[in-house]
């Protein structure tokens, strides 16, 4: 199958994934492979490790993006990208709340919240989908989805320039997310509880 140009792009963000995942999780000092550390305000210690995987999950959630406007500009729309795009998506933003729980970085309470919320969701769709129904994605399940982004980049990069005014903008911004994580499966519920119970 020739894929267009969003489904390339889609299958780039996956590729992505991959390798941030595992930047994040390999033990690069098994092979003598350390990554340079320095201080910022003589209080921030930044592992270069995570300013490389904060780069590559930038690139990685543009993609996101990208493919989704090209494809509704172009009518390049495909079942194909649609199954693709959800997986990579997935793939992207929880594989990084799962290690960012794991190492530390992040309360675990917050995955636990948004891949059950996820889970939930992808349930609701595929059962639409055997009753022959297809349900768009929410407004607000797209801005949770920007919104944590943006609170996992910055935690990629040590919530600067704001933790140096001891301010936990990234903290804040995933309690908002997981938040609109919470309202958005509710809504999502609601909207479509009609597919759920018809016979």
Do not use: C
């Amino acid at each position: 199958m020739k894929m267009n140009l969003p489904n390339k792009i889609t299958m780039f963000r996956l590729f992505l994934s991959i390798v941030l995942v595992i930047i994040l999780l390999f033990p690069f000092y098994a092979i003598n492979v350390n990554f340079k550390t320095f201080v910022v305000n003589d209080l921030i210690i930044i592992d270069t490790k995570y300013i490389i995987a904060g780069i590559i999950f930038i690139v990685a959630s543009l993609t996101d993006f990208l493919d989704g406007h090209i494809a509704r500009k172009n009518n390049l729309v495909t079942d194909f990208g649609k199954f693709t795009d959800a997986i990579a998506d997935k793939i992207l933003v929880n594989s990084v709340l799962i290690i960012f729980a794991a190492q530390g970085l992040i309360n675990p309470l917050i995955p636990v919240i948004v891949i059950s919320r996820d889970t939930i969701v992808d349930a609701i769709r595929m059962l639409a989908a055997s009753k022959n129904k297809v349900i768009a994605a929410g407004k607000m399940g797209k801005v949770k989805t920007a919104t944590l982004m943006i609170a996992l980049t910055l935690t990629f990069f040590y919530n600067l320039p704001f933790e140096l005014w001891n301010i936990g903008i990234n903290d804040v911004l995933l309690i908002i997310a997981t938040a609109l994580s919470v309202y958005s499966g509710f809504e999502y519920y609601y909207n479509n509880k009609k597919v759920l119970f018809e016979k």
